[in-house]
């Protein structure tokens, strides 16, 4: 059975960078094809694609975030990591980790449960 599990801080203060680990059981992040994204959902809106990254280790992220995103792969761990930059309160959101299995943009096979993070003083 395969599960992810956000990991990270609540709060964040404005400026400082957001970590989140998504550990993934039941399957490995280095499987040919599979991706492992990062998505995030502001309260009262949609959902927002961060970025992904590959088996490989190649990465790619959504433009607008894009200069204060990084997502790293530890596949000793069998985990992921997002590190999001000089946040503001305007990054506060519901925060997923999921894993796509090459069905299409935007589909994925799993996620995890989620963790609410929120920027503020």
């Known amino acids: 059975q395969v599960q992810l599990q956000e990991s990270g801080p609540g709060l964040v203060k404005p400026s400082q960078t957001l970590s989140l680990i998504c550990t993934v059981s039941?399957?490995?992040?280095?499987?040919?094809?599979?991706?492992w994204s990062w998505i995030r959902q502001p309260k009262g809106k949609g959902l927002e694609w961060i970025g992904r990254?590959?088996?490989?280790?190649?990465?790619a992220y959504s433009p607008s975030p894009k200069s204060r995103t990084s997502i790293s792969m530890d596949t000793s761990k069998n985990r992921f990591t997002l590190h999001l930059s000089s946040v503001t309160p305007k990054d506060t959101a519901v925060y997923y980790c999921?894993?796509?299995?090459?069905?299409?943009?935007?589909?994925?096979?799993?996620w995890g449960q989620g963790t609410q993070v929120t920027v503020s003083l």
């Open positions: 999921a894993e796509g299995r090459g069905k299409g943009s935007g589909i994925y096979e799993y």
């Open positions: 039941g399957d490995s992040i280095s499987t040919a094809y599979y991706t």
């Open positions: 990254t590959l088996y490989s280790g190649i990465t």
